[in-house]
């Protein structure tokens, strides 16, 4: 289930909790609705609140972070083959076949990433090696004949060991989904809230529009964390035109 289909159906709930503090008022006798009925449920609504906002607040910047790091990762990676591929020009001649192969697998590579971390978790489908490894083989086995040549090899090696390391660190953090019971939990937390703005007092349509953009706003925030926590898939997802266009053809 995607981020927008869940936010839709925490904003369902969340808007139903109003009408259903509306349903307790007509439902309970008048006694259970007294002043002391009232302040109690303000203190604990403003408990749940409190403790919402600073989860919602925490998700967002953990979410943020994360959305952050595997864009730096991507753009790291970006700098490594284009590094890589101008060791291997500096090298000689003789390794054009080398970079002719590190052209040809940026492709495959960008569609195994954003293929594997956009609805597969990382236990549902294997790790498969990409540029760094075909890249490192190939680097091997070269021969130097100086010792230009034998530093360029060994800088093009460490470089093409931080691509694979990259590659790797992509793969394992592509499973950053939010688990569905915390946010079952966090959108009760909501529906609480609303159903006590509806318990004591009477809903109108200028009340029911604004518990309307309230729920709206709160169900966009938790679409926001989803977003943010699959770089690789839906409207937020990171680019990956500078990796695709990261080498021109030879």
């Not at 109003?18 to 303000?42: C, I, M, W, Y």
């Not at 195994?112 to 075909?134: C, K, L, Y």
């Not at 990171?238 to 990261?246: E, G, H, Q, V």
């Amino acid at each position: 289930m995607g981020p927008l289909a869940i936010s839709l159906i925490a904003f369902a709930v969340i808007f139903t909790g109003a009408f259903a503090g509306l349903f307790l008022r007509n439902s309970l006798p008048q006694r259970h609705l007294t002043e002391d009925a009232k302040d109690v449920v303000r203190l604990g609504t403003g408990l749940i609140g409190t403790i919402a906002a600073l989860v919602l607040s925490l998700l967002i910047s953990s979410a943020n972070s994360s959305f952050d790091t595997e864009s730096g990762q991507v753009k790291r990676m970006t700098a490594d083959i284009i590094l890589l591929d101008r060791l291997l020009g500096q090298y000689g001649p003789e390794t054009r076949a080398s970079r002719d192969v590190l052209r040809r697998a940026i492709g495959p590579m960008v569609e195994r990433i954003w293929g594997e971390n956009s609805s597969h978790s990382a236990d549902q489908a294997p790790f498969v090696a990409g540029v760094g490894e075909d890249a490192f083989a190939q680097i091997l086995t070269l021969s130097p004949k100086d010792d230009a040549q034998r530093a360029l090899k060994e800088r093009a090696v460490a470089v093409s060991s931080d691509l694979a390391q990259t590659r790797l660190l992509l793969f394992e953090q592509g499973n950053g989904s939010i688990p569905l019971p915390f946010l079952a939990v966090l959108v009760f937390w909501l529906a609480i809230i609303f159903a006590s703005f509806s318990l004591f007092s009477r809903l109108n349509p200028t009340l029911i529009a604004a518990l309307f953009v309230f729920a709206l706003s709160a169900s966009c925030a938790i679409f926001l964390i989803l977003e943010l926590s699959q770089p690789f898939a839906g409207l937020l997802q990171i680019s990956s035109t500078p990796l695709r266009n990261a080498l021109a053809p030879l």
